[in-house]
């Protein structure tokens, strides 16, 4: 290959070399074209490390791949890196013509047509070519005057001259890049809402949201996924072992039988009691981000395997604003008020269905009315758990009211009680509670938040307090409503689904029954709260529909919004 040794006529001069400090990270040519893209998706990718792996990033990769294999006799794939530019990159191709060196850019969808529709390339895919060209002529010491970039949907080349005003945009880029780097603070959305429809980080970015805090009247359009079509993968049976094979998951159980899961089909592995996973399964999901979490046979939630995505910026936005104790008491009235009005409003709803004389429920709808009103004046932490704790006890006192006549004995409820639960119904609640508290964690690692550092809740237990705080949204509607009507329904056998002890507690050994669910039970209950999970509900706030294992992520990132700048919609719904 010829190389054109034309004398360097200044080409990178406008850009500064690094700051030794800054040298330890050059940046990518591709956060580049992210940040000429939208300097928020810059923003999302390099500084709190966050990437989505959509559709559109394989298909491009596919076709790199694809170039790679019939580009003969040429450079392909060839990597760049300069220290003093503080920039590095992979170009597509690079082609020697007449004495010129050409960088050559490939890219799958169409190009930019300008208004005499000739054809142009993309903003974000020119910064892109320049800044190879730059890193072209700092490493081969020439001057390239021109780059192509090839629209394979249109099979369209696009021609770019390379001169001093590209190599400032250049360094301004790079400048701006830098800036960024530093900075704790998330840039805005983009005004072009048409860029975020083709970004692969809207899921994580909520641009359309983003707009609605600061104006109501906007009318989101759903970037947000509405499911997650991935399972949970309940591991129930003790001595059941959960491997690695090639890109699956291999769950052995103790008579050897094999059960081969596809890893794109597990979004989380749950290990009940005593089952097993080795090293290398746990390796496997968290390069696949799959969550992995510990529930004791009891059905207490033990904990999970920390894959967190994201950097240290967004835990460091989380303790700013919640070692603020201003903060974490509005965040905890907004959720005590949304938790309460829902518990109310379903009483009233239940109310308008039932013809039966149920004075425990009217009792409860009138009295719970001025408490929950106070809440807004609530000065403290104490003064709001105080007022929760009195409109709790009045929500409980109302709910054996609202079983049907041909519940069983065994499955009435009179009042709730905790660890260890000790009748049927309460040991219900408990489970379920135990599973959405996995869920509410899982949803927290996956963003990058700290579930250890709450607002409302405080370090009591080896339960996570952020987690407990968001959970109180979904207690309601995840647990108690499916624990009622399944209840009612009578879907639950007395003897079959659950296992009774009897122990002795304290100095004078009171003997006291504790409920647990059977194996039976704990496979019926998981079934019937995964199926509520994939119900459909609508926000409404967002306006858009989507089903609760989603709405675990959503509420857990519009927690987060609330301290990065782009307050006022958490918690801002309850059932109706
Ligand atoms: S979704 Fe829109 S605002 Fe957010 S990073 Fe992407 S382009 Fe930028």
Redesign the pocket.
């Known amino acids: 290959m010829e190389i054109d040794t034309d004398p360097w006529l200044e080409p990178t001069a406008a850009i500064p070399a690094s700051d030794p400090s800054e040298l330890a990270g050059t940046i990518r040519v591709s956060a580049l074209h992210a940040l000429a893209?939208?300097p928020?998706?810059f923003y999302?990718e390099e500084v709190e490390e966050l990437y989505v792996q959509d559709a559109a990033v394989f298909a491009g990769r596919k076709l790199h791949e694809e170039l790679a294999e019939v580009a003969e006799g040429e450079w392909v794939e060839l990597t760049l890196e300069s220290e003093a530019l503080g920039l590095r990159g992979k170009l597509d191709a690079l082609r020697s013509r007449d004495g010129q060196l050409i960088p050559y850019e490939h890219k799958r969808g169409r190009c930019r047509r300008g208004p005499s529709k000739q054809p142009e390339a993309w903003p974000s895919d020119r910064l892109q070519l320049l800044a190879y060209a730059c890193l072209l002529e700092a490493a081969l010491n020439v001057q390239v005057q021109e780059g192509r970039i090839r629209y394979h949907a249109e099979n369209v080349l696009v021609r770019v001259p390379i001169d001093p005003a590209g190599r400032a945009e250049v360094a301004a880029a790079i400048a701006q890049a830098r800036e960024l780097r530093r900075s704790t603070q998330r840039p805005p959305?983009?005004d072009n809402d048409r860029?975020?429809a083709r970004?692969s980080?809207?899921p994580v970015?909520l641009?359309e949201e983003a707009r609605l805090v600061h104006d109501r009247g906007w009318e989101p359009v759903r970037?947000f996924p509405a499911d997650d079509d991935r399972e949970v993968v309940h591991v129930l049976e003790a001595g059941t072992r959960v491997g690695r094979k090639g890109e699956q998951l291999k769950l052995t159980q103790r008579d050897n039988a094999v059960n081969l899961l596809p890893v794109e089909r597990v979004g989380q592995v749950v290990l009940h009691s005593y089952s097993q996973i080795s090293t290398q399964a746990l390796h496997f999901c968290h390069d696949r981000a799959i969550g992995v979490h510990f529930v004791s046979g009891g059905g207490r939630y033990m904990g999970g395997f920390d894959y967190r995505a994201g950097s240290i910026q967004r835990r460091v936005r989380q303790y700013c604003a919640l070692s603020d104790p201003n903060t974490s008491l509005q965040l905890a009235r907004k959720l005590v008020i949304a938790k309460t009005k829902s518990q109310r409003q379903f009483l009233m709803r239940v109310r308008r269905t039932r013809s039966a004389v149920l004075p425990l429920v009217d009792s409860a709808i009138i009295q719970m009315k001025p408490l929950i009103d106070r809440l807004e004046r609530a000065e403290s932490l104490a003064g709001l758990l105080g007022f929760e704790g009195k409109i709790a006890a009045l929500y409980f006192s109302a709910l054996p009211s609202l079983l049907v006549e041909t519940v069983p004995p065994e499955l009435q409820f009179s009042d709730r009680n905790r660890r260890p639960p000790r009748d049927r119904f309460n040991c219900l609640l408990g489970f379920g509670y135990g599973l959405l508290l996995k869920d509410i964690t899982n949803a927290l690692i996956a963003i990058g938040l700290e579930p250890a550092l709450g607002f409302y809740h405080q370090p009591r237990s080896q339960a996570p307090p952020l987690a407990l705080d968001l959970m109180e949204l979904f207690r309601l509607p995840l647990v108690e409503l499916l624990v009622l009507a399944s209840v009612n329904r009578g879907m639950w056998q007395p003897e079959e689904d659950f296992a009774i002890c009897t122990v002795g507690r304290g100095k004078a050994q009171q003997q006291v029954q504790q409920v647990w669910l059977s194996d039976e039970g704990r496979r019926k209950f998981i079934q019937l709260y995964e199926r509520r999970k994939q119900d459909v509900w609508k926000h409404p706030v967002t306006g858009y529909s989507l089903t609760y294992r989603r709405l675990f992520e959503l509420e857990a990132r519009l927690l987060e919004k609330e301290w990065s700048g782009e307050p006022g919609l958490f918690a801002a719904w309850s059932v109706r």
């Open positions: 893209y939208c928020r998706l999302l959305v983009t860029l975020c970004c980080l809207a970015c641009p970037l």
